[in-house]
């Protein structure tokens, strides 16, 4: 069975720009959530999504949001970039909600200059 | 707001010995704590999960255990091995998923 893909894996990206990344979960899984990891503030969530819903939300500005197609695939966006928004953006995906064992992709690592 | 504290921040032991992480979190209202295993710059890999319910889970050479009423998990690594290199993190869900900063483990062969 494949594993979590993401792409791209690496992007470099100028201050002011958008940036797009992409998540394949596991087939069959239907949650996605999404976390930044920087060097200072370690992992932090952003958001999950189920059947295509946000379920939860981190505290993070209204410029990060993200989807999830009706396939499970997912989605984020950032927006306006902001050279703090350099870090490696992680995707896991679940078979459900409520903390059931959570498979990682291999990060994107996004460098804005 | 629930906060995880991983302490060391950092560990380097021989080959060979036996160790033990710790995990502390700030609210013992969790589903289900997991520790994870993170390469550098590469992604996580689940190790062991315990449900809320449960005391200990076993893999291997790897031992978890979950005491909710204190706030603790501690992750216990027997016979060591330089492959165990990595950082370690824990992580407890209540709804969302809060991770710890990790422990840097350096294996010494």
């Known amino acids: 069975k494949a594993g979590v893909t993401q792409t791209p894996r690496y992007l470099i990206k100028t201050r002011g720009q958008q940036v797009t990344l992409s998540c394949s979960p596991i087939?069959?899984?239907?949650?996605v959530s999404w976390y930044q990891q920087t060097p200072g503030q370690g992992l932090q969530f952003l958001f999950e999504?189920?059947?295509?819903?946000q379920r939860n939300k981190g505290n993070f500005p209204g410029r990060f949001s993200g989807r999830q197609f009706s396939n499970s695939r997912s989605e984020m966006n950032v927006s306006t970039l902001e050279l703090g928004d350099s870090a490696l953006y992680l995707c896991?995906?679940?078979w459900g909600t409520g903390g059931d064992t959570q498979y990682f992709g291999p990060g994107t690592r996004l460098t804005v200059l | 707001k629930q906060e995880v504290t991983q302490i060391p921040a950092a560990l380097s032991v021989p080959e060979g010995e036996n160790l033990v992480l710790n995990c502390s979190f700030t609210?013992?209202?969790?589903?289900?704590l997991q520790w994870f295993r993170q390469d550098p710059g590469k992604g996580l890999t689940s190790l062991l999960l315990?449900?809320?319910?449960?005391r200990e889970q076993t893999s291997g050479r790897l031992n978890a255990s979950l005491d909710k009423s204190s706030g603790r998990s501690t992750l216990y690594i027997a016979a060591s091995q330089p492959g165990d290199s990595a950082t370690y993190l824990c992580?407890?869900?209540?709804?969302?998923?809060?991770f710890g900063k990790g422990t840097r483990l350096h294996i010494l062969p």
């Open positions: 896991a995906s679940s």
């Open positions: 609210d013992s209202a969790i589903y289900n």
């Open positions: 315990i449900q809320s319910s449960q």
């Open positions: 992580a407890v869900c209540d709804d969302k998923i809060i």
């Open positions: 087939s069959g899984h239907r949650s």
């Open positions: 999504y189920f059947s295509e819903t």
